[in-house]
């Protein structure tokens, strides 16, 4: 297994800077101090330079490091899906030593190398059930990534977002799809384009502005959209309204809720899209009954939480063990947009 990079860091000889501010940068300056590890500058791409400071250092450019120190290690600190992004991260990576930190989009657990060892059964048991040989590459490939840091596993393991469909998501004519975390309905548009005979889609998205996009973006199909957070209680609670990934349940907005069974109320849907910032395992449990009766395809996203690697498939083996698990991670820096398959 990798070396644990918060364990190399420590014992680094080579300067280390920051690529990226923000929220990600936060958490990362968060363990590093966590662990005495220090750091000697933050750069930003071009258009972010502009005499600001984070944490109190001056946000300088990647050349203007390179000239100072010449050799560095590089923490990349922030995500992207940007092709173009990626380019630019590779071809730092091959002037530097570059990392990509693993920490949690949700929650504050670590996984390093305490934590895979700790968890080592769990992780060793959803290996051995997963359905084919690139899930059991992109499951090892991605824990390699958490615990060193090092960017190529990841890029060794990418499928692009057709090969699902292609590999595993046989359809038929009478799809109902069910849209959690339906964002500004980008994901309800490629289902109706990918089941052009679809009988209905169903799609909840709790940010107020984004559901707003969702309603207007998909006006044109045969659809139903709901403002409400999706979790394992119907009632009411709070989620703080901040758009997209930076959204999550906490403090925040008294927001509506509901579990899936109670929004359906026994209605049948073939296929459950869940991406819901950390409340994935909630929603499964919220679940139950729809899982029972109607045996759903589901897509679950597993990047949120660190536990969700393990948590998200035995949560859904508790409810039913007829599942065959399906893994992929489609190119995005961190791991995110890393996702089971339940069919």
Same mark, same amino acid.
């Given at each position: 297994?990798?070396?644990?990079?918060?364990?190399?860091?420590?014992?680094?000889?080579?300067?280390?800077?920051?690529?990226?501010?923000?929220?990600? /940068?936060?958490?990362?300056?968060?363990v590093?101090?966590?662990?005495?590890? #220090?750091?000697?500058?933050?750069?930003?791409?071009?258009g $972010?330079?502009?005499?600001?400071?984070?944490?109190?250092?001056?946000?300088?450019?990647?050349?203007a490091?390179?000239?100072?120190?010449?050799?560095?290690?590089?923490?990349?600190?922030?995500?992207?899906?940007?092709?173009?992004?990626?380019?630019?991260?590779?071809?730092?990576?091959?002037?530097?030593?570059?990392?990509?930190?693993?920490?949690?989009?949700?929650?504050?657990?670590?996984?390093?190398?305490?934590?895979?060892?700790?968890?080592?059964?769990?992780?060793?048991s959803?290996? #051995?059930?997963? /359905?084919?040989?690139?899930?059991?590459?992109?499951?090892?490939?991605?824990?390699?990534?958490?615990?060193?840091?090092?960017?190529?596993?990841?890029?060794?393991?990418?499928?692009? $977002?057709?090969?699902?469909?292609?590999?595993?998501? /046989?359809?038929?004519?009478?799809?109902?799809?069910?849209?959690?975390?339906?964002?500004?309905?980008?994901?309800?548009?490629?289902?109706?384009?990918?089941?052009?005979?679809?009988?209905?889609?169903?799609?909840?998205?709790?940010?107020?502005?984004?559901?707003?996009?969702?309603?207007?973006?998909?006006?044109?199909?045969?659809?139903?959209?709901?403002?409400?957070?999706?979790?394992?209680?119907?009632?009411t609670?709070?989620?703080?309204?901040?758009?997209?990934?930076?959204?999550?349940?906490?403090?925040?907005?008294?927001?509506? $809720?509901?579990?899936?069974?109670?929004?359906?109320?026994?209605?049948?849907?073939?296929i459950?899209?869940?991406?819901?910032?950390?409340?994935?395992?909630? /929603?499964?449990?919220?679940?139950?009954?729809?899982?029972?009766?109607?045996?759903?395809?589901?897509?679950?996203?597993?990047?949120?939480?660190t536990?969700?690697?393990?948590?998200?498939?035995?949560?859904?083996? #508790?409810?039913?063990?007829?599942?065959?698990i399906?893994?992929?991670?489609?190119?995005?820096?961190?791991?995110?947009?890393?996702?089971?398959?339940?069919?």
């Amino acid at each position: 297994m990798e070396r644990d990079l918060w364990q190399y860091l420590k014992t680094a000889q080579k300067p280390i800077v920051l690529y990226g501010m923000g929220n990600g /940068a936060d958490k990362i300056i968060k363990v590093l101090e966590q662990k005495g590890i #220090s750091y000697s500058g933050i750069f930003a791409s071009d258009g $972010f330079v502009r005499n600001k400071l984070f944490h109190g250092m001056p946000i300088e450019s990647y050349s203007a490091l390179k000239e100072r120190f010449g050799d560095m290690i590089v923490l990349l600190c922030f995500g992207t899906h940007l092709l173009q992004v990626i380019d630019n991260i590779k071809k730092i990576a091959k002037e530097q030593e570059l990392y990509a930190p693993e920490v949690p989009v949700i929650g504050d657990r670590l996984f390093d190398f305490h934590y895979y060892c700790e968890n080592k059964a769990d992780f060793d048991s959803i290996y #051995s059930l997963l /359905a084919d040989e690139q899930s059991r590459l992109t499951f090892s490939n991605t824990v390699k990534y958490k615990l060193s840091g090092k960017i190529d596993y990841l890029f060794n393991c990418e499928t692009s $977002f057709d090969e699902p469909f292609q590999n595993i998501l /046989a359809s038929n004519s009478k799809e109902r799809v069910l849209d959690l975390g339906a964002y500004n309905g980008d994901t309800a548009l490629d289902f109706a384009d990918r089941f052009p005979f679809y009988e209905k889609i169903i799609a909840v998205e709790p940010d107020k502005k984004t559901f707003k996009k969702l309603a207007e973006n998909t006006k044109g199909l045969k659809i139903d959209c709901f403002n409400i957070c999706i979790s394992d209680f119907t009632g009411t609670g709070e989620f703080s309204m901040n758009g997209g990934r930076n959204s999550s349940v906490g403090e925040g907005t008294q927001t509506e $809720f509901s579990t899936v069974d109670d929004l359906l109320k026994g209605e049948r849907v073939s296929i459950i899209k869940m991406d819901v910032e950390g409340e994935e395992k909630r /929603a499964i449990k919220g679940a139950e009954k729809t899982i029972l009766a109607h045996r759903p395809k589901m897509i679950i996203s597993a990047y949120h939480r660190t536990e969700d690697f393990f948590e998200i498939p035995k949560t859904v083996l #508790s409810i039913r063990k007829d599942y065959k698990i399906y893994m992929r991670h489609f190119p995005s820096l961190p791991a995110w947009d890393t996702v089971y398959y339940f069919i």
